[in-house]
T-cell receptor
Framework: AQSVTQLGSHVSVSEGALVLLRCNYSSSVPPYLFWYVQYPNQGLQLLLKYTSAATLVKGINGFEAEFKKSETSFHLTKPSAHMSDAAEYFC????????????FGTGTRLKVLA | DAGVIQSPRHEVTEMGQEVTLRCKPI?????LFWYRQTMMRGLELLIY????????DSGMPEDRFSAKMPNASFSTLKIQPSEPRDSAVYFC??????????????FGQGTRLTVV
């Protein structure tokens, strides 16, 4: 079965600093990977998704993620944090074999310090 | 499109009462998912449907939980009887079927359930 692991349930960065949120996946088949963001009292919103067309994926709000098969990773980055980036971020893998369901990581809460 | 619509947004009920959560998926989407979010367990998949048919309900915690999808535009998640440990935020999500399985799921705003 596929799974994702997010290292660090809480991450704090200063405004303007690099944001790095880690996600590692486990999969015996090519994975379909996603990053979602959740703002307080809101549903989940897609940030970006991995397609096999490119290993570096650009998403909304200046975020990007790089798929590294050798490291089974799909870390999320943003060069310069903004106060509005404070939220919870979830990495997810979509199972193959036609099941179409998502498995989510446990989430990382990002805090941005002024 | 208005997106995935869930109702109610908030529900407070007494232990033992029946609770029904509702979801309207995005028109044209073939898959519908019910998730539960808690601090302790994160996002858990409860059940999902394909073309109104339940495909995998292995995440439904107990027989007190049931879900239906009578048509392509409506689904319910029912808890009977409710217990305080059912308190959580329940999300509904939908996605379209595509031969490229890299389609994303769209989430509703969630229903915050409090059982007292």
């Amino acid at each position: 079965a596929q799974s994702v692991t997010q290292l660090g349930s809480h991450v704090s960065v200063s405004e303007g600093a690099l944001v790095l949120l880690r996600c590692n996946y486990s999969s015996s088949v090519p994975p379909y990977l996603f990053w979602y963001v959740q703002y307080p009292n809101q549903g989940l919103q897609l940030l970006l998704k991995y397609t096999s067309a490119a290993t570096l994926v650009k998403g909304i709000n200046g975020f990007e993620a790089e798929f590294k098969k050798s490291e089974t990773s799909f870390h999320l980055t943003k060069p310069s944090a903004h106060m509005s980036d404070a939220a919870e971020y979830f990495c997810a893998v979509s199972e193959g074999s036609g099941t179409y369901k998502y498995i989510f990581g446990t989430g990382t809460r990002l805090k941005v310090l002024a | 499109d208005a997106g995935v619509i869930q109702s109610p947004r908030h529900e407070v009920t007494e232990m033992g009462q029946e609770v029904t959560l509702r979801c309207k998926p995005i028109s044209g989407h073939d898959y519908l998912f019910w998730y539960r979010q808690t601090m302790m367990r994160g996002l858990e998949l409860l059940i999902y449907f394909n073309n109104n048919v339940p495909i995998d309900d292995s995440g439904m915690p107990e027989d007190r939980f049931s879900a239906k999808m009578p048509n392509a535009s409506f689904s319910t998640l029912k808890i009977q009887p409710s217990e305080p440990r059912d308190s959580a935020v329940y999300f509904c999500a939908s996605r379209t079927q595509h031969r490229d399985m890299n389609t994303e799921a769209f989430f509703g705003q969630g229903t915050r359930l409090t059982v007292v």
